[in-house]
């Protein structure tokens, strides 16, 4: 019975010190949302949501509302990264 008394503390002590070891925080990571941008003009620049562009003939295109203007879009915050649509796509209606 002594020995128990001196065993169990013991024993509490090093199940404790194995559950910090097996217990993982698990991290959440950023949800990484892809976005593409238009030129407004004058060096400026407006994030958009991801367009499904899938083609290789003619600009890709976006009008900002039923009949708003019409904007190229580009993958990034550069006039050289145009996306690219099928032939004869109208452009795609967006409300930002």
Do not use: H
Not at 17 to 22: C, K, P, R
Not at 35 to 63: A, H, K, M, S
């Amino acid at each position: 019975m002594k020995k128990l008394k001196v065993i169990l503390p013991m024993l509490v002590f090093i199940f404790a010190i194995g559950l910090t070891f097996a217990s993982v925080k698990s991290e959440t990571k950023p949800d990484i949302q892809s976005t593409d941008f238009i030129y407004l003009g004058n060096n400026n620049w407006q994030e958009i949501p991801e367009q499904e562009c899938q083609g290789t003939e003619e600009n890709c295109r976006v009008q900002i509302g039923e009949g708003g203007p019409v904007f190229n879009v580009y993958d990034e915050m550069d006039l050289n990264t145009e996306k690219l649509s099928p032939p004869d796509q109208d452009p795609t209606v967006i409300n930002l």
